[in-house]
């Protein structure tokens, strides 16, 4: 299949960009080096059926060109900063929001139905249901990141509707693993870079998080993809477990060979919008035979041992 993926050069698009090829498929990676790095793409680079389009998801000729001949469009691009929100209320809308309707106006001009999107579980804001499934009471937003996602799905639905598309839809909880750039992994290791001994950890360290390792986010994707065949397709990635902030840190500081002390700013969340409890439902993706392969714990210290191996990453 020929597939197109817009913000393939950042940590999951290049991620799934590799699989891609080494499954057989075409790829052209669609990115405008926001967050992207090229040194994610130097192993698609090599192989004669990758393209890379450097460009702006919100220039819809463009994008449509480069989608051309395409079956199947990733959409990953975004702005994927859950907590900066408030700083700049417009960004979320401008990039998650509003590059998804361009995405969508831009298959639709090049012909191409079926997308898969990476939504978040934050569209769940402070869920009421824990495990929490698809079908939870429809949830009230804590963030600009998850409200600007919650409204991307809702574009999406509405194509699939009305232009005959097919959407799958993706709520995943935090990713890590190789490349990856952003989050609690990358900035508490950034931290004990600079201060072996003391480790300051926002909120009370008691928050309960999910994380799923990213080869097991995209074996989930293309398990979905080849399964799931309604017109609207809505999957919680995760694992089945959650462990608090504090557990992390204690294995990320153990992966480092560091016994710092720990120093809490206190409250329930770490900032406004953390979500004190993240634990999602993955019964629906497992009924399609789909298993993670690595714990949380597993997941931690292999993004860990990344990081170590490529320090560049912190440049
Ligand atoms: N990483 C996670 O834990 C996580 C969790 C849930 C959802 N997601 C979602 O998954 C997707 C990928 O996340 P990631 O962690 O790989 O982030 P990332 O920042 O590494 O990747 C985003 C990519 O999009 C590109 N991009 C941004 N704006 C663009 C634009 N206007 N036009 C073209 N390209 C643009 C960036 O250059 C980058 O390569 C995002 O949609 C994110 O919201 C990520």
Known sequence: MKFLITGGAGFIGSNMA????????????????????????????????????EGDCADEEALSAAMEGADFVFHFAANADVRRGLEHPYKDLEQNTNNTYHVLEAMRRAGVKRIGFSSTGSVYGEASVIPTPEDAPFPVQTSLYGASKLAGEGLIAAYAEGYDFQGYIFRFVSILGERYPHGHVYDFYRALKKDPDRLFILGDGHQKKSYLYVGDCINAILTVIE??????????????????????AGWIASELGLSPEFSYGGGERGWVGDNPFIYLDTSKVRALGWRPELSIEEAVRATVRYLKANEWMFD
């Open 18 to 53: 590799d699989r891609l090829l080494r499954d057989g498929h075409s790829v052209t990676v669609y990115d405008k080096f926001v967050t992207g790095r090229r040194e994610f793409l130097a192993e698609a680079a090599k192989n004669p059926s990758f393209k890379l389009v």
């Open 227 to 248: 399964k799931a065949r309604e017109k609207v397709n809505i999957y919680n990635l995760g694992t089945d477990e959650y462990c608090e902030v504090t557990d992390s």
